[in-house]
Nanobody
Framework: QVQLVESGGGLVQAGGSLRLSCAAS????????MGWFRQAPEKERDFVAG????????YYGDSVKGRFAISRDNAKNTVYLQMNSLKPEDTAVYYC???????????????????WGQGTQVTVSS
């Protein structure tokens, strides 16, 4: 069983930055691909970013490329999402997810991820 706990959400003005954290426990963290997804009201859950277990492969959704950066610290069992140049359309609940059978790849669909955190709200004001 994997437990994921997100933190770092909040209210920020457009153009600002936030860093989300996701602390994992319950299994060998370095073996898992980790991802961030987001879901705005009445919209589907969208892929934001993913990172392989070793951290050498990263993948981003088109809407956040060049603005967001995913990273991980396996010694701390934590994955991060640095969000810069935030826009009002980035407003959503952000979820951390773990893929425990990644087969060396970074997936971009929610069905590929086995465990989810409870989410953290990010609100960007204009």
């Amino acid at each position: 069983q994997v437990q994921l706990v997100e933190s770092g959400g909040g209210l920020v003005q457009a153009g600002g930055s936030l860093r989300l954290s996701c602390a994992a426990s319950g299994r060998t963290f370095s073996m898992d691909t980790m991802g961030w997804f987001r879901q705005a009201p009445e919209k589907e859950r969208d892929f934001v970013a993913g990172i392989s277990g070793s951290g050498d492969i990263t993948y981003y959704g088109d809407s956040v490329k060049g603005r967001f950066a995913i990273s991980r610290d396996n010694a701390k069992n934590t994955v991060y999402l640095q969000m810069n140049s935030l826009k009002p359309e980035d407003t959503a609940v952000y979820y951390c997810a773990a893929d425990v059978d990644p087969f060396g790849r970074v997936g971009s669909t929610a069905i590929e991820y086995n465990y989810w955190g409870q989410g953290t709200q990010v609100t960007v004001s204009s």
